[in-house]
């Protein structure tokens, strides 16, 4: 391994490895160091979210949500089933080597563009210097002109409630559960806890999930959070709001959890807990004395608005900096990064950002919520369409959900856009795309949708704005 580089990158997620593909893209000579190690000792790449996240939650909503759907919809579409059984060990191989494949194919994606990949833990030193511990524990020191800092972050733990990995347990020991807990209590109905609690309910679980706000899903706009509350009652999901977590007990092979609301102190006797209060920036051991990079009192690097770091060529991108918790910001950071050091023009724009929760039925949006634009002052007006008038999704069998466009009343600019309802993941990138550009309600008005598309419940939703809408007609 040579020791010198032009770029050194400290993590292969979601951020470090498209930042260390497009610096080799450009050019320069990169080497990429990730510490990732499997249950089973093996390295990965891909972090968090190809090994323990993302990819492999998605791999399991989409089984779980056919096995929700042969159990309860087939019948409507005239597909008689018996006796339907699920192969949790089955279920569970798929998804690792859908994990495998993918991971796999980073290591195949740096070979072809030149990134050498080191599998070990790294320690930036002052004066870019990189020191390199080895799964074998050998160590090495190489150096770069400059240093990307992807650390990436972990699941949070509660104080009161420290993760045992058997009965409390985090997102990752979520996903590799090799029996169906019958009683599940999932403290946080974020999108992690959401999904989780979504995955193990339809293969039979009764789960609690446990709130501390007061209010459901405070981070997406309020209309869709209470659509979305409906569904998820109606799903089995035994969502508590206001139920601040007192601590937990494990004995006899079962967890009493003991938390706070309304009504005062409750308990509740379950299998397993999955702890879901977010994550939190990782960064142990990142960093010698003296190299210039701070941390800020929330445990994030902190980083300018072009993820420079203030000390001299050391930048830091993904979840280990300010912004959203999300793997696609993560990698536009990696790759805006990539290109500055290689002299290119680059920008991020924070303010377009989607996010998705990919429950049934899916939560998407990008912009401003209702709440946000009151709360600035503008005015506006807003559009929303039903996916029950949409043919398309009845002949899916998903008429659930709706469409809402908000817009700049004077301008008439998007300002945000929510959907909840069939594959509003998909959906919502149109919307992204059309705020990228400055769109306004009526340039979406005026674009042709085919038909039959749910992608026609964005169209109608902007003609709603205007009380325009052809479909809907409760306009």
């Not at 998007?414 to 993941?425: D, R, T």
């Amino acid at each position: 391994m040579a020791d010198s580089y032009d770029v050194a990158v400290i993590g292969a997620g979601p951020a470090g490895y498209p930042a260390a593909i497009r610096a080799a893209q450009n050019g320069l000579r990169v080497v990429c160091v990730d510490a990732w190690k499997n249950r089973d000792g093996t390295p990965a790449l891909g972090g968090t979210c190809l090994n323990a996240g993302c990819i492999p939650s998605k791999a399991l909503l989409e089984s779980t949500e056919l096995v929700h759907r042969a159990q309860s919809e087939f019948a409507v579409h005239g597909i008689r089933t018996q006796g339907i059984t699920v192969d949790l060990a089955a279920m569970q191989k798929r998804r690792a080597g859908i994990v495998r494949t993918m991971t796999s194919g980073i290591g195949a994606l740096f070979k072809a563009a030149g990134v050498t990949a080191v599998y070990g833990s790294a320690r930036l030193l002052a004066g870019r210097r990189v020191e390199v511990s080895a799964h074998d524990g050998s160590k090495s020191e190489i150096s770069a002109r400059h240093v990307v800092l992807a650390s990436g972050s972990v699941p949070a733990e509660l104080p009161s409630m420290r993760f045992d990995h058997e009965y409390i347990c985090d997102s990752w020991d979520a996903l590799e559960f090799d029996a169906v807990p019958p009683r599940l209590c999932v403290i946080g109905a974020g999108i992690i806890g959401l999904e989780l609690g979504s995955v193990w309910r339809r293969l039979g679980s009764q789960v609690v999930i446990l709130e501390a706000l007061e209010n459901f899903l405070t981070v997406a706009d309020q209309q869709l959070a209470l659509e979305a509350a409906r569904h998820f009652k109606r799903q089995g999901l035994d969502i508590r709001l206001g139920a601040r977590v007192a601590g937990a007990r494990v004995a006899n092979g079962a967890v009493s959890v003991e938390y706070a609301d309304a009504r005062g102190s409750q308990s509740i006797a379950v299998d397993k807990v999955i702890v879901a209060v977010g994550r939190k920036p990782y960064a142990a051991g990142l960093l010698g004395p003296d190299t210039g990079v701070k941390i800020d009192e929330r445990g994030f690097i902190s980083v300018d608005e072009e993820c420079r770091t203030g000390a001299q060529n050391v930048w830091a991108v993904g979840d280990c900096v300010r912004g959203p918790m999300l793997a696609h910001k993560g990698k536009e950071e990696g790759v805006a990064v990539a290109d500055r050091i290689a002299g290119r023009y680059a920008h991020v724009n924070y303010a377009v950002i989607p996010a998705v929760i990919y429950t049934a039925p899916e939560i998407a949006w990008v912009g401003q919520t209702e709440e946000q634009v009151k709360a600035g002052g503008a005015a506006y007006k807003s559009g929303v369409f039903p996916f029950a008038a949409s043919g398309r999704a009845r002949a899916m069998e998903a008429a659930v959900g709706f469409v809402k466009i908000l817009a700049a009343r004077d301008t008439d600019t998007i300002l945000g856009v929510h959907i909840i309802g069939p594959l509003a993941g998909e959906l919502i990138a149109e919307a992204t795309l059309a705020m990228e550009f400055q769109a306004s309600a009526e340039d979406l008005q005026r674009t042709i949708h085919a038909h039959p598309t749910l992608a026609e419940a964005v169209h109608e939703a902007a003609l709603a704005t205007d009380k325009r809408s052809i479909d809907n007609i409760n306009k």
